[in-house]
């Protein structure tokens, strides 16, 4: 079992509930844009930097395929925008249907910002009976990997959520995201004008990965696109 509660240092557990809950239990969302596919939203952040951002975006791929490139540590560089290096500290549970990771990325700030980088946990869960999975990303403490004076330690909560559309070989995917960068950008304007840029850019990326021929299916949600057939639908395969 993942104890994806008790992991040393994580930073504002209890808050834990706020993007847990489904992007439609949230309201007041200001729509920003729509450009390449990806729809983005934002509102007043609730718990750190100035605003909650959402984006979302439908993937011309199968959840199976999403999925494989999601989880894969390996390919996160290459779709996650701005993304320097990274290291992966431990990863923790069967990987069957619930899995946490512990992760460090280094992002390329723009000159002459100083770069930033998060140190997080995040925790994957998925729920066949609703075809879909979900990754909650927490800001940690972790002795392996202390502030190295390469970056400006940031803050991140995030929820992603990766939904199989039935009957369609396709994927909706939807980002909810509170982050502060700290620094002299807390509150700076930077922030704000980047606040469409990089979930458009991260979910661009990572649906054009998925979306690749070479791409190979999680066989454990290959049938989550079938229509609803008695006795199918829920199982893991």
Same mark, same amino acid.
């Given at each position: 079992?993942?104890?994806?509660?008790?992991? %040393?240092?994580?930073?504002?557990?209890?808050?834990?509930?706020?993007?847990?809950?489904?992007?439609?239990?949230?309201?007041?969302?200001?729509h920003l844009e729509t450009e390449e596919g990806?729809?983005?939203?934002?509102?007043?952040?609730?718990?750190?930097?100035?605003?909650?951002?959402?984006?979302?975006?439908?993937?011309?791929?199968?959840?199976?395929?999403?999925? =494989?490139?999601?989880?894969? %540590?390996?390919?996160?560089?290459?779709w996650t925008y701005r993304a320097r290096e990274?290291?992966?500290?431990?990863?923790?549970?069967?990987?069957?249907?619930?899995?946490?990771? *512990?992760?460090?990325?280094?992002?390329?700030? %723009?000159?002459?910002?100083?770069?930033?980088?998060?140190?997080?946990?995040?925790?994957?869960?998925?729920?066949?009976?609703? *075809?879909?999975? =979900?990754?909650?990303?927490?800001?940690?403490?972790?002795?392996?990997?202390?502030?190295?004076?390469?970056?400006?330690?940031?803050?991140?909560?995030?929820?992603?959520?990766?939904?199989?559309?039935?009957?369609?070989?396709? =994927? &909706?995917?939807?980002?909810?995201?509170?982050?502060?960068? *700290?620094?002299?950008?807390?509150?700076?304007?930077?922030?704000?004008?980047?606040?469409? =840029?990089?979930?458009?850019?991260?979910? &661009?990326?990572?649906?054009?990965?998925?979306?690749?021929?070479?791409?190979?299916?999680?066989? &454990?949600?290959?049938?989550?696109?079938?229509?609803?057939? %008695?006795?199918?639908?829920?199982?893991? &395969?």
């Amino acid at each position: 079992m993942i104890r994806a509660f008790s992991v %040393p240092g994580l930073i504002s557990i209890s808050l834990l509930a706020v993007l847990v809950l489904p992007s439609t239990a949230f309201a007041g969302w200001n729509h920003l844009e729509t450009e390449e596919g990806v729809e983005i939203y934002e509102r007043q952040a609730r718990h750190m930097g100035e605003q909650t951002v959402k984006a979302v975006v439908e993937v011309d791929a199968p959840i199976g395929q999403v999925l =494989t490139v999601f989880t894969d %540590p390996e390919e996160r560089k290459e779709w996650t925008y701005r993304a320097r290096e990274q290291k992966v500290l431990q990863i923790d549970g069967d990987e069957e249907r619930k899995w946490l990771e *512990r992760y460090w990325m280094r992002i390329n700030m %723009p000159f002459p910002v100083s770069d930033r980088d998060y140190l997080v946990a995040k925790r994957y869960e998925l729920h066949p009976e609703e *075809r879909k999975l =979900t990754a909650h990303i927490r800001s940690i403490n972790d002795d392996r990997k202390p502030d190295s004076g390469c970056c400006v330690r940031a803050l991140s909560m995030m929820q992603y959520t990766l939904e199989a559309i039935p009957g369609e070989n396709r =994927t &909706r995917v939807v980002l909810i995201a509170e982050t502060d960068l *700290r620094g002299n950008l807390s509150s700076g304007r930077l922030v704000r004008q980047n606040a469409p =840029t990089w979930p458009r850019e991260t979910l &661009r990326k990572l649906a054009e990965r998925a979306e690749a021929n070479d791409v190979p299916v999680d066989e &454990r949600v290959a049938d989550w696109h079938e229509e609803d057939q %008695p006795g199918k639908r829920g199982e893991l &395969r």
